[in-house]
């Protein structure tokens, strides 16, 4: 089993940045390869960047590659995801998630934070 726990969302201008935390508990983190998904009203979750377990290997989707980073620190059991040049359409609760395979598939995902909201005003 393993626990995770978002931090860092908030409200913030079109332009500015965030950085997001998921820390994670219980079994081994560096045993999985970690993803940030997102959700907005009204719309389906969405997969936003996925981390191997070394660090080595990341995937982002289209709309963030070159805005956002995906980075962990395994030694603190602590994924994040940098965001940059926030948009408007960025706004979502983003929800940290652990699997045993590096993949974009939520479904392949076992284990998942509670969210925090991101909301980027215009």
């Known amino acids: 089993q393993v626990q995770l726990g978002e931090s860092g969302g908030g409200l913030v201008q079109a332009g500015d940045s965030l950085r997001l935390a998921c820390a994670a508990s219980g079994r081994a983190f560096s045993f999985f390869s970690m993803g940030w998904f997102r959700q907005a009203p009204g719309k389906e979750r969405e997969f936003v960047a996925a981390?191997?377990?070394?660090?080595?290997?990341?995937s982002y989707a289209d709309s963030v590659k070159g805005r956002f980073t995906i980075s962990r620190v395994n030694a603190k059991n602590t994924v994040y995801l940098q965001m940059n040049s926030l948009k408007p359409e960025d706004t979502a609760v983003y929800y940290c998630?652990?699997?045993?395979?590096?993949?974009?598939?939520?479904?392949?995902?076992?284990?998942w934070g509670q969210g925090t909201q991101v909301t980027v005003s215009s």
């Open positions: 981390i191997s377990v070394s660090g080595v290997v990341t």
């Open positions: 998630a652990a699997s045993t395979v590096l993949t974009e598939r939520d479904v392949n995902y076992h284990y």
